[in-house]
């Protein structure tokens, strides 16, 4: 990472987690293909459930990214054993906040779906499904640790295929599962739910096979393991905003439920479904970031200031290209995307609006998402934490509520995520400014 091509490392580390990236979208998006075989009420009930998934997440990947940005700079800087203890304390977090997760949705999940008041068929729906994806969690939690951990070490090809041998499983058995095929038991949405973790599970497996048998970087030493202050701290100094960052999203989303289910239930629906369906855009910017950020922490700790540039810079044009296309296929196709999920007419009509109104949004989103990735590498993760608060619930859901409270038109809800993304890109400009001045023009040239 500190002495190959900025655009072959840069192409050669992002491919992989782009496409790693975009089988964690196809997890959920799967999954609600065929669940919307079931029945609407299906459907609704696991985009009911979806914010409860995202707060895991929000944990697993944020603190992976905190490990990721502490390991990358430990090999900068030539630090070896600091960068192994960083891993073990990244594998130790994620075992206590597995067994924490676990725990919260095998006594509370009842509690936790009737705070959306549904109807009785989406409660047991909604209840059934989260508590087969929520209680062993674990799974998932391990396995974006393994996947963040090799990519510190610049082996993003071993992170990539553990996704991906969790996606495709999730993908074959998602159906065989819930319609009863091959001689297996008609599980329903609990055949869903399965199929998902069972695929984490096997992820899981093949990440910790790549870490701790065939990377020579990182060696993971469990063996007399006792956790240090000092890396909790440095490993949550910017983990921690990651989390709060993406927990965000699953306030908004909670939030958004609230405001959406007061329409109709379709419209919880169509927002699940969209928030999903977003990922196919958003996932392999985000993972091109991922592997970007890697480099551009490398590099930092090696104080080579002229790499961080590039990198960043290629970054942004990449992002801002897949953003622009993913945008012009939300804006001409909204109609054949959303009949994938077998949508009613007015899922259908809601739907078309929804993608239309938000998608030029995308585009903001780009460099906000770039800007973000450079903040978290120079050890300025509270930046990206201030923007996403801004973004998702200082701006978007009072904008949300504002035009709702307003207009009293479903339709016009979802121009506050357009206004939500603009805020927050001027935002971050005034940031990228700060960092420029305080971090980078004290690097040598």
Aim: charged letters at 10%; one cysteine or more; a positive charge.
């Amino acid at each position: 990472m500190g002495v190959e091509p900025i655009r072959s490392l840069v192409l050669k580390m992002s491919f992989p987690m782009m496409v790693s990236m975009l089988m964690q979208a196809m997890y959920n998006i799967v999954d609600s293909i065929f669940v919307s075989r079931i029945s609407e009420n299906a459907l609704t009930a696991v985009s009911l459930v979806f914010p409860y998934q995202m707060l895991i997440v929000a944990v697993a990947v944020g603190t992976g990214v905190g490990v990721n940005s502490l390991v990358a700079r430990r090999l900068g800087e030539k630090r070896q054993e600091d960068a192994n203890r960083a891993a073990a304390h990244g594998e130790f977090l994620s075992l206590l906040s597995g067994a924490a997760f676990g725990l919260l949705f095998a006594l509370f999940t009842p509690q936790l779906i009737a705070v959306f008041n549904p109807d009785a068929e989406i409660y047991d729906y909604a209840c059934t499904y989260l508590y087969y994806v929520g209680v062993p969690c674990i799974f998932l939690i391990f396995q974006c640790m393994f996947e963040k951990i090799l990519q510190a070490t610049g082996d993003t090809f071993h992170a990539m295929l553990s996704q991906l041998t969790g996606a495709i499983f999730n993908i074959v058995f998602d159906p065989i599962l819930i319609f009863g095929l091959l001689g297996f038991p008609k599980l329903g949405v609990a055949g869903a739910a399965i199929a998902t973790v069972l695929g984490q599970l096997l992820g899981m497996l093949v990440g910790m096979y790549y870490l701790h048998k065939d990377n020579g970087l990182i060696q993971v030493k469990l063996r007399g393991f006792r956790p240090q202050r000092q890396f909790i701290s440095e490993i949550y100094r910017v983990g921690l905003p990651s989390i709060v960052m993406q927990a965000i999203g699953t306030v908004m989303t909670l939030a958004m439920n609230a405001l959406l289910i007061a329409y109709t239930t379709t419209a919880v629906a169509v927002f699940g479904v969209y928030f999903k369906i977003q990922s196919i855009v958003f996932m392999p910017v985000l993972g091109m970031t991922s592997a970007a950020m890697s480099i551009i922490a490398y590099n930092y700790g090696a104080r080579c200031k002229r790499r961080m540039l590039r990198t960043w810079r290629l970054t942004l044009y990449a992002s801002l290209v897949i953003m622009i296309v993913g945008m012009l296929c939300f804006q001409l196709f909204p109609g054949q995307i959303f009949s994938l999920f077998e949508a009613s007419d007015e899922a259908l009509r809601i739907g078309m609006v929804a993608l239309r109104i938000i998608s030029p949004s995308f585009v903001l989103a780009a460099v906000g998402i770039t800007n973000s990735t450079l903040f978290q590498a120079v050890g300025r993760g509270v930046y990206s934490m201030i923007m996403s608060l801004l973004r998702q619930l200082v701006a978007l859901v009072p904008a949300a509520l504002a035009l709702s409270l307003l207009t009293h038109n479903l339709d016009r809800i979802w121009l506050a995520f357009p206004i939500a993304e603009a805020f927050s890109l001027a935002v971050s400009l005034f940031m990228l400014h700060r960092v420029r001045r305080t971090i980078l023009d004290q690097l040598p040239a």
